[in-house]
């Protein structure tokens, strides 16, 4: 991952810098904000929000369902102990 800064002009001559992360393997890019003023702090802090949104989406999936299909039929698991 790397991230780098561009700017913006608008309309009414104000600059506004924009702060993105890029994904190297996927080639996402994520704007991570926008300010006026970039400062040290600023840039930690939205390194610190995406760090927080990574480490959530990799906690997202908890269970995995499977669903039986007639080509692959889920195991039986029997419910109660076979007696004989």
Not at 2 to 24: G, K, P, S, W
Not at 36 to 55: I, K, Y
Request: charged share 15%; hydrophobic share 45%.
């Amino acid at each position: 991952m790397a991230c780098d800064f561009f700017h913006v002009d608008t309309v009414l001559l104000r600059r506004l810098y924009v702060l993105v992360f890029i994904h190297h393997d996927t080639r996402l890019v994520r704007i991570a904000g926008v300010t006026a003023t970039p400062s040290a702090d600023w840039v930690t802090q939205q390194a610190r929000n995406l760090s927080m949104d990574l480490a959530d989406q990799a906690n997202a999936v908890k269970f995995l369902i499977p669903i039986a299909t007639p080509s692959s039929p889920l195991p039986s698991t029997p419910s109660s102990p076979q007696t004989e």
